[in-house]
């Protein structure tokens, strides 16, 4: 995990308007809204790097709700597009969600089968490390 956090730390961007963490009280606004609780190590992924800006993946964020990347919304958009219920989207991308299930495996659900895929980490630093770091 640290090694990941340092290495998401080295590649930020500088934006003109950075991203803020969230606090524990966000997060749970976050969960109040969707109704689900969120894994442990997504809550820390959440806190320690939901503000860098690398890659071409836009993970989602836990502050500004008007964002295009706040978690509610877009998970709210995927299970609207028939993701299953239980499933907590993480990132969108133009074929699918990332997603993290309660134990905190990192699946990807592609919308146009409207399925989960093969694909799969077993936490959210791997797909840290194996996606967001590699796009």
Sequence with gaps: ????IELLRERNEDVPAPLELPDDDDLVIV?????IHLPDEYKIFLKEVSDVICGSLEP?????EHSHTYLPEV?????????PREMIAICEVPDGFYCIEQDG????????????TDEEWPSIWHWARDVWLES
């Excluded at 995990?1 to 990941?4: A, I, K, Q, S, T």
């Excluded at 969960?31 to 109704?35: D, K, T, Y």
């Design 1 to 4: 995990m640290e090694d990941v």
């Design 31 to 35: 969960q109040e809204q969707i109704l």
């Design 60 to 64: 989602a964020t836990a502050i500004d």
């Design 75 to 83: 998970t709210a958009l995927a299970w609207d597009l028939g993701m």
């Design 105 to 116: 495996n990192v699946r990807f659900w592609n919308r146009e089968d409207e399925d989960m």
